[in-house]
């Protein structure tokens, strides 16, 4: 099992630090993982991404360039990585800054910035609800239609995100709590 994982939005969105939560969480479920940071000279207001890959087996490589998943914050990042997805990505995209489009069969448009503004209040833990998102959607690729068992693969859960945002936000502990609920709220969004 591998996922290939790219967070991308602007400076200060926080995609930097969600993908330090994520590849923490691979690491509370005994995966492999690489967190590999990218952002503009100008930072805040510049475009910002990072890819994490999990794996089952060892990670060779940071490089992606096919991701299996992409979350995009923002319309720009959203449009920067679409020509490398195929129909096989799953999308997660910001919904209050896009325009409506479709642009593969596992595209989810979500009002992500509306919940972080109307659940939990603080439009900062916009990426954590992403993070939420991303964990629950990943839970629900891994359920066989046909089937009610879980596939044998690894995914990420909720309870290792959870417990990763205490370790990720440790020096900051102010900000552990909200964050929390943050990844509860994105997480349980979808049914």
Not at 11 to 38: C, K, M, N, R, Y
Not at 76 to 95: Q, R
Not at 144 to 173: G, I, M, R
Request: glycine share 6%; net charge neutral; hydrophobic share 40%.
């Amino acid at each position: 099992m591998q996922n290939k994982i790219i967070i991308a939005g602007f400076g200060g969105q926080g995609v930097l630090i969600a993908g330090i939560l994520i590849a923490q969480t691979a690491i509370e479920e005994d995966l492999h993982t690489t967190w590999f940071p990218s952002y503009g000279a100008e930072m805040r207001g510049g475009t910002a991404n990072s890819t994490v890959i999990i794996s089952s087996d060892e990670v060779g490589s940071p490089v992606v360039s096919i991701p299996d998943t992409l979350i995009a914050l923002n319309e720009l990042s959203l449009n920067k990585f679409i020509p490398k997805m195929t129909d096989e990505t799953l999308i997660i995209a910001n919904l209050n800054v896009l325009q409506n489009k479709k642009y593969s069969p596992k595209f989810h448009s979500i009002p992500i910035t509306d919940i972080a503004d109307k659940t939990i209040k603080n439009l900062k833990t916009t990426n954590m609800v992403a993070v939420g998102l991303l964990i629950k959607l990943l839970e629900k690729n891994t359920t066989d239609p046909k089937d009610t068992k879980k596939n044998d693969e690894k995914v990420l859960h909720l309870e290792s995100a959870l417990h990763a945002c205490e370790k990720v936000f440790e020096s900051k502990q102010q900000l552990i709590e909200i964050n929390k609920k943050a990844i509860q709220a994105g997480y349980n969004f979808i049914n």
